[in-house]
């Protein structure tokens, strides 16, 4: 299936009301660091606290009408988006999940009025749950990025900044499955063919950006970021997010975490916003100087602020903080 245009904007009609016309909103210290203006787009502001809504409430709205419920495996915001947008057409939702998850993602979930389906110690294992309700319960399963219904809906968010300024030069998007990146960067290009649309990754486990260097779908070491919603694989099987992404990138940059911490600080003290670490990345790459030099504005979309309150707490004051065996150094923020 080839996507266009024109599929973002059936999406943007089927998400009216619901998810879409989030804030898009100056950021004036970025703007005087990067010598243009620089645009916040506020997708932690969702009600369900992050962009996913949009490909999850497309994804389910193009279900048949006869449709018995859906499925997915995601324990962060894909599966808060499938949960919340299946309540709201009236549909069961089933997340499936090890039984390694945190009881606060689990409760979360169901809180949305989700069925948490625990199943096994592993991600696979639960993934194997998800596919034989599909099988024998008849239930679709939605990717969190290689479904084109999701893909066109986050791309509403092209669409939502183009509108608002169509003099963008730039956009930085967070990079993970790629339905963001594909979605926006498809919008994007399609109004206007000479933007740039770049995207970012954390430098431990960058699974797309790996994958478009190798030239095709790659596995790679999962490990414990302040990124965390932009962990886990595209893939080896991906059809969609791959070869967009691939097609419709101008570049892929990576950044640390030392530099996503400084980033989340930054976000905090000047703009006073609290956003994962995933939100970020945009934000610690143009400041590291990762970037090209933009010839005019610049947009990064705050993708979501589902994050653990006590981390954040330890970034704002300058504390250390464990990822697994790497210790990112706390220091106190400095512009
Ligand atoms: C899912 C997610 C991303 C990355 O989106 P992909 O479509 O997987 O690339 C970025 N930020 C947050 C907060 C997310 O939940």
Redesign the pocket.
């Known amino acids: 299936m080839a996507l266009t245009l024109s599929d973002i904007l059936a999406a943007r009609q089927r998400i009216r009301g619901l998810a879409d016309a989030t804030p898009f909103v100056p950021s004036p210290h970025l703007g005087e660091r990067a010598g243009q203006e620089v645009l916040l787009k506020l997708e932690n502001m969702q009600p369900i606290g992050?962009?996913?809504l949009r490909g999850a409430l497309n994804a389910v709205a193009a279900l048949p009408e006869d449709a018995r419920g859906v499925t997915c495996c995601s324990t962060?915001?894909?599966g808060r988006g499938v949960a919340f947008a299946a309540r709201a057409r009236g549909l069961r939702a089933v997340v499936c999940m090890s039984a390694l998850v945190p009881e606060a993602k689990v409760e979360g979930i169901r809180r949305l009025g989700a069925e948490v389906r625990i199943h096994g110690r592993s991600q696979d294992e639960a993934q194997a749950e998800s596919r034989r309700l599909c099988r024998e319960e008849g239930l679709t399963e939605i990717s969190?990025?290689d479904d084109p219904h999701v893909i066109a809906g986050?791309g509403t968010i092209g669409l939502e900044m183009l509108e608002a300024r169509p003099d963008l030069d730039m956009i930085l998007v967070?990079?993970?499955?790629?339905?963001?990146?594909a979605g926006i960067a498809l919008a994007a290009k399609a109004i206007r063919p000479q933007i740039r649309v770049i995207g970012i990754s954390m430098d431990r486990g960058a699974a797309?950006h790996a994958s478009i260097r190798a030239g095709h779908p790659v596995e790679v070491e999962e490990v414990a970021s302040l990124a965390d919603?932009?962990g886990g694989g595209i893939g080896l099987d991906n059809r969609l997010?791959f070869p967009l992404c691939r097609d419709l990138l101008d570049d892929t940059v990576l950044v640390s975490e030392e530099e996503i911490y400084h980033a989340m600080q930054r976000l905090y003290y000047e703009d006073r916003i609290v956003a994962?670490g995933?939100?970020v990345v945009g934000i610690a790459a143009l400041v590291a100087g990762r970037l090209p030099a933009p010839r005019g504005p610049v947009a990064t979309v705050i993708?979501?602020r589902?994050l653990d309150m006590g981390v954040f707490t330890r970034i704002v004051t300058g504390q250390d903080v464990a990822l697994g065996d790497h210790i990112v150094k706390g220091r106190a923020y400095e512009p």
């Open positions: 992050a962009f996913k962060g915001n894909h969190p990025f986050q967070p990079l993970s499955g790629g339905g963001l990146a797309m919603s932009l997010s994962e995933a939100c993708t979501g589902n």
